[in-house]
């Protein structure tokens, strides 16, 4: 095998900042070859970041680096200044998260994109500018020379995304490291970018190391698969040994907790506890206390397993029971018991929905000029209509900017709503006064997706729980202390908690003190804001499990909000999609996903990557061009055609209507609904 | 852009309204109210009389005030009460003194406080960022008024190099004469700016060094020189341009205190001189002065904000 | 539960005064602070009692800072001054504080016509420099003690209001003061309970910063002239008496302004480590929360 482009051997990064030394990664190997995509997988404070950073000789100076980290030959970690700046933008070249803060604000995006060549002297500054326009115009912005001039405000953030990847390949490293460069982006955006970056890496030959905690993206794009946990590497192999063989207990258990947009209707199995702090690490193995195979034993709690070879070539798991874990399936997958409702088919009317939301609008104007004058409106919701009974979950998915959180919170009465009705329990409740909202607002409860910001910082969570009942006078009617100690246990904390302050907590706690707070005056309505997009995997599938519990316990009817479409499979009976403020199509679960109508939910769902590689060569892809229109403009007619692969004339001038579909429980709003044409996906799809 | 700027301008009309509508009631919430400002508490019934008449105090309030502001508005601030001489006048005598004063502080404030700023940004905790952030506090506690009188022990006093009562000297009459007459108050008030001017752009420097597009540029193989000097530089300076164009703003009544430390003849002294000899036409004109002034100014720096900011764009 | 919010409150001054400048100053305003009310009781010195012939004496056994013209004890001057000084910024920031606050959250919290009327309020206050618009109020209201920190405390009540405005527009926009509306909590219970609660940080720092500020603004006002009239002691009126006996007694103007540059160095240390104490309270509750970092 050809020598390997970049070689870490014994990586150890501690920060000293504190005091003491915080380990954050403990002895790592692994290599990168040409033309090969290396995907780091791995949960928050696992150190996966940190070994991207380290490799760049980017740490901040608290940072003790030790072991060998050898690029194209030269170690990295005893190099001086001088060396590793050369080494920057020369031989590596990084992307990072977020595009809107990686991009100097004040600096034109072309100079951005060229300077590091300039800085190095290999390019003149005469050359600069058109070099810059051809990097822009090899990752597909549009009109680069015109571009090239303009400040990152102007850019969309897809668009930013990919200049960041023109920056970095300006200099045509050998290594490019990218940092969750697409966890900001929606999924629509993350498709275009990661074909981008794709098809440059195949182009330039040059190595990738692709950081994630997204398992979808790294089967989608890796070749190799490193799982870090704990700031070790515990597993190792190709992508495909690595989902369809897990051998360390870790990666089994990340993989079975993870929501599958293909379908599986399985309850999810959590790992249990929190993802350890790199300043309160384990002891011997860091995984042992969640583990299901070494929990009780010694000799996992007293050594550090290494990392040998299993099964096939180069797959590598640090677990002294590795074969074991290969085999015991101590916790297979139950079937969900459910469904509550008879999925998808429409209840009698003998039932009347719970919720029911009648072509709801919520606009904002927009002012300017000195007396404020109205000079436009931001359509955030534009005729939303749904139904809701009890027991049942209806999820609603969009892209950023869709009207889903605006529409929830109309609904809720923390919006006004401009136009349309919302009616709970057959009683209209629009637009009420607020003392009488506060009466409805003992059925229907809302949960934010942060729960590090839901929970007031000054209080401690016994009074945050408590506090509806203050609210409504109802604390000693409803039980007092004793009441709040009960909730607390529901939702699976412990009440000797009752008086800590939410700093305290992790954020998967967090988010059950909001369940908490949400039903401690009995609601029959929960509306979910994206209730686990701010959760690391293992721990989003506690939550989503307790939500399904508390469901089937207390018949509770859910509103479910969100962007991610495998959440939303797993947790919904019925699921509405919006775009640009309206719901373009709305079906049950298995009809919506399996055969969708309206094209921008057949991208949508072909955009999600999934986390199997094994599929990867036959799903075909269709990426969409341009982004999101501002709800401010919307296109004429259907807001989707200056996007839609199908878009004919009509569709420019005429809205289409929200209809039944034929053979199925599925209504859309499109002049040319149906199943996808495999010709319209040969041609879509790159 | 014009458009931008009527608008700004058309925004600060009624600040401005207010604030000259508390500036003619002054005198009425004046013990005695105007007659008595003029004749003395202890005038005879016919002088209050005559003064009432002469200054048209028995019309209807509104109209007083609509008086006073139109002809304020044409430059007439009255006269005053002891110089009888017509307030703008003897303003205008005085503001060449306090701009000299000003942009010579504000020069100083630069020079101390820019190198102070960007070495202790540079190596933030280390015993140099420890020592200068001590100086900046010192610049900014130490009163004008003690360091001024620690000056002119030093320097008049002690050494007998500079004179302790400053005069106003045009530095296109006489530079060097200027500069003995200018260097002690415009020190005096630069080191307070300094104190200010370090601070802010520290503060400044040190959260846009933390920001992910320094990251960005690191990794890219600029050099630090680069980084510091293009990236940061650039966006840390935006909004210091507003401090300092503040400051300038603050200057044209702001330097009261140095005035009188050094008894230099500009805007601050005749406004307390005036005070002090309770001539209310000339405070009423100085401070209208000085509002209108120190606004317009707030104004440009605003504009000045948006024209250098490629973020803002000025609908 | 009220033993753990006094438990953090404990913490906070902990690592307040572990700073040692922190700890210095306090000592040093603590020291002041004491001298300055017990001084009647506990002092054998007199303020006043003139002694003529005594008249622009050095500093010396009997008199530790000198005499001033009139044979008055200096450094009973700068105690009792010190007395002035403190009343007249404690008094001046409760009146900023009084005013600002309400003004700043209402503004903030109700925002539309409320928040347009009062900020156009503010502005006006803002457009003179502070020391004018002071000097002004000094010149209607006749020369006091009580005018002095009226005017001051005015000066000060803009950044109150800016202060809490802006804290208070920020918390509206976090999801827990939206979560206390989606419970049904009333207005007032969300001003009152969620929201100000919230704020008490960067008041206080605010409330330490305008005291420097106060009795600056006090000291340079008495030091023009317009502000304590004599023969009450202040640190300003010992200064401008002697700046005119500089050749004569160079130490009468300089030591009042020891104390004085002393006294605003202080708070003002004690009000910036105070700032960075509490960012870093926020910063650890914020560290945890970019456990989930994504």
Redesign the interface.
């Known amino acids: 095998m050809a020598e390997p482009i970049l070689s870490v051997r014994g990586l150890d990064v501690a920060f000293t900042g504190s005091g003491r030394s915080v380990p954050a990664v403990r002895g790592i190997d692994f290599d990168v070859h040409a033309n090969e995509v290396l995907g780091i997988v791995g949960e928050s404070g696992s150190g996966k970041s940190v070994t991207s950073l380290a490799i760049t000789g980017l740490l901040p100076a608290t940072a003790r680096v030790s072991g060998s980290i050898r690029l194209g030959g030269v170690e990295i970690t005893t190099a001086d200044r001088e060396t590793l700046r050369r080494m920057r933008g020369n031989d590596v070249g990084m992307i990072f998260q977020d595009p809107t803060t990686t991009l100097n604000p004040v600096l034109p995006i072309g100079r951005q994109v060229i300077e590091g060549q300039v800085a190095h002297g290999r390019i003149g500054s005469a050359a600069a500018a058109g070099r810059a326009i051809d990097l822009l115009r090899e990752v597909e912005i549009p009109d680069p020379a015109a571009r090239a001039g303009q400040f990152p405000h102007q850019f969309s953030g897809g668009m930013r995304q990919r200049a960041v990847i023109a920056m970095a390949m300006s200099g045509q490293p050998r290594l490019i490291i990218a940092d969750e460069p697409t966890t900001a982006l929606d999924v629509t955006v993350q498709a275009q970018v990661l074909s981008v970056l794709a098809r440059r890496q195949a182009e330039s030959g040059a190595a990738v190391i692709l950081i994630t905690h997204d398992l979808g993206v790294i089967a989608e794009v890796a070749h190799r698969v490193a799982v870090m946990y704990g700031g070790r590497i515990v597993e190792t192999g190709r992508v495909e040994e690595i989902f369809a063989r897990p051998r360390h207990p870790y990666t089994i258990g990340l993989l079975r907790s993870l929501p599958r947009i293909d379908g599986a209707e399985e309850r999810l199995v959590p790992i249990s506890g929190q993802p350890p702090a790199p300043a309160r690490m384990p002891s011997g193995c860091a995984f042992h206390p969640r583990c299901p195979i070494g929990r009780d034993r010694p000799i996992c709690a007293a050594e550090a397993p290494a990392l040998v070879a299993v099964g096939a070539e180069g797959h590598a798991s640090a677990c002294h029971f590795a074969a074991e874990a290969e085999t015991a399936d101590t916790s297979a997958r139950r079937p969900e018991p459910r469904p509550l409702t008879p999925e998808g088919a429409a209840k009698p009317a003998a039932e009347p929905p719970l919720l029911r939301v009648d072509d709801l609008r919520v606009h904002f104007p927009i002012r300017a000029g000195l007396l404020r004058r109205q000079v436009g409106t931001v359509r955030a919701v534009d005729g939303v209509s749904l139904d809701l009974r009890a027991g049942e979950t209806l999820g609603l998915v969009g892209e950023s900017g869709c009207g889903k959180t605006t529409t929830a919170r109309a609904i809720m009465g923390l919006l006004r709503a401009t136009g349309g009705s919302v009616a709970f329990d057959g009683q209209d409740i629009t637009n009420l006064p607020r003392a009488d909202m506060r009466r409805v607002r003992r059925n229907m409860q809302y949960i934010f997706q942060d729960p590090y910001a839901s929970l007031n910082p000054v209080r401690t969570v016994g009074d945050i729980v408590a506090e509806p009942l203050h609210i409504h006078g109802l604390f000693d009617q409803m039980g007092g202390e004793k009441r709040i100690a009960e909730l607390f246990e529901l939702v699976g904390l412990s009440r000797t908690m009752l008086d800590r302050f939410p700093s305290e907590f992790s954020g998967g706690q967090r988010q059950r003190i909001g369940i908490a707070r949400a039903l401690a005056l009995q609601p029959r309505l929960l509306i979910l804001d994206e209730p686990v997009a701010a959760l690391d995997v293992s721990i989003q599938a506690q939550v989503i499990n307790l939500l399904q519990d508390l469901q089937r316990e207390l018949r509770l009817a859910y509103l479910f909000v969100a962007h991610d479409l495998s959440v939303v499979r797993h947790i919904s009976d019925r699921v509405a999609v919006m775009y640009l403020g309206r719901i373009v199509e709305e079906s049950a679960k298995t009809d919506l996903y399996e055969r969708p109508t309206h094209p921008y939910t057949q991208s949508l769902l072909s955009a999600v990557p999934v986390p199997d590689p094994a599929s990867r060569s036959r799903r075909k892809r269709i990426v969409l061009q341009g982004d999101i229109p501002s709800p401010a403009r919307p296109p004429s007619g259907c807001a989707f055609h200056p996007r839609c692969f199908r878009a004919t004339e009509i569709c420019a001038r005429e809205r289409p209507a929200f209809v039944a579909q034929p053979g199925g429980t599925t209504r859309s709003a499109c002049h040319h609904a149906g199943p996808l044409d495999a010709s319209i996906l040969a041609g879509a799809a790159r | 852009m014009t458009g931008y700027i009527v608008r700004r301008l058309l925004q600060l009309l009624p600040v401005l309204l207010l604030a000259s509508l508390g500036i003619w009631a002054m005198i009425y919430a004046v013990p005695g109210g105007p007659v008595a400002s003029i004749v003395g508490e202890n005038a005879n019934p016919e002088q209050i009389r005559e003064v009432t008449q002469r200054l048209g105090l028995d019309r209807p309030v509104l109209v007083q005030y609509w008086a006073w502001l139109t002809s304020a508005l044409t430059g007439d601030l009255g006269a005053s009460l002891h110089a009888r001489e017509p307030v703008l006048h003897l303003i205008m005598q005085r503001v060449p003194a306090t701009l000299q004063l000003g942009f010579c502080a504000t020069l100083v404030g630069l020079l101390l406080g820019i190198p102070v700023a960007i070495a202790s940004a540079i190596w933030p905790g280390s015993w140099i960022d420890r020592t200068l952030s001590g100086w900046s506090a010192l610049a900014l506690g130490v009163p004008t008024f003690w360091l001024g009188i620690l000056l002119i022990l030093l320097f008049s006093v002690e050494l007998r190099w500079l004179p302790s009562a400053s005069a106003y000297v045009s530095f296109f009459d006489s530079p060097l004469q200027a500069l003995r007459n200018t260097a002690m108050p415009a020190l005096t008030l630069g080191t307070y700016v300094s104190g200010i001017f370090a601070r802010f752009l520290r503060a400044s420097l040190l959260s846009e060094l933390k920001a992910d597009y320094v990251r960005t540029a690191r990794s890219k193989g600029l050099p630090e020189r680069d980084v510091v000097g293009r990236h940061v530089m650039r966006n840390a300076l935006l909004p210091f341009v507003t401090i300092v164009g503040l400051m300038l703003a603050n200057f044209i009544g702001g330097t009261v205190v140095t005035e009188a430390v050094f008894t230099y003849p500009g805007l601050g002294r005749l406004l307390i001189q005036a005070i002090g000899s309770r001539d209310y036409p000339l405070i009423q004109g100085c401070i209208l002065f000085i509002l209108v002034i120190y606004v317009l100014m707030n104004l440009l720096v605003d504009v000045l904000y948006a024209y250098i900011d490629p973020r803002i764009e000025y609908r | ?1 009220t033993a ?2 006094m438990q ?1 409150r404990i913490e906070t001054a902990k690592r307040l005064f572990s700073h040692p400048g922190a700890l210095l100053s306090g000592a040093f305003l603590l020291l002041t602070l004491l001298l300055a009310f017990l001084a009647p009781w506990v002092l054998p010195i007199d303020p006043l009692l003139q002694d003529v012939s005594a008249s622009l004496e050095p500093p010396s056994a009997r008199y530790w800072f000198g005499a001033d013209e009139l044979g008055r004890d200096l450094l009973a001057r700068v105690i009792y001054g010190a007395r002035t000084s403190l009343i007249t910024a404690a008094g001046a920031v409760a009146i900023a504080a009084c005013i600002g606050i309400p003004i700043g959250l209402v503004a903030g919290f109700f925002g539309g016509w409320r928040d347009a009327v009062l900020m ?2 503010i ?2 206050l803002l ?3 502070g ?2 618009f002071a ?2 109020m ?5 020369r006091s003690q009580l005018a002095a920190l009226v005017a001051v405390g005015i000066t000060g009540v803009p950044s109150f209001a800016r202060i809490t405005r802006a804290q208070v527009l920020s918390l509206r926009q ?3 003061v ?10 007032a ?1 969300t001003m009152f309970k ?1 929201v100000l ?2 704020s008490w940080s960067p008041i206080l720092v605010q409330v330490v910063v305008l005291s ?1 500020v106060a009795i ?1 603004l006090e ?2 006002l008495s ?4 502000g304590i009239p004599p023969p009450t002691p202040s640190w ?1 009126d010992l ?1 401008r008496t ?2 005119s006996f ?2 004569e007694a ?1 130490t009468y ?2 030591l009042p ?1 020891i104390a ?2 002393l006294t ?2 202080s708070l ?2 004690l009000g ?1 480590t105070l700032a960075t104490v509490l960012e870093d309270r926020r910063e ?3 560290a ?7």
């Open positions: 539960m753990r919010r953090r156009r309020i502005d006006v457009a003179l420099p020391i004018l000097m002004a000094i010149a209607v209201l006749g976090r999801d827990f939206l979560a206390v509306e989606a419970l049904g909590g009333s207005s219970y969620t609660p919230n420097s600056l000291a340079a030091f023009l002239g317009v300003g200064l002697g700046k500089l050749y160079p103007a300089v302004g004085l540059t605003i160095l003002d240390t910036r650890i509750a914020g945890s929360s970019e456990g989930s970092g994504r």
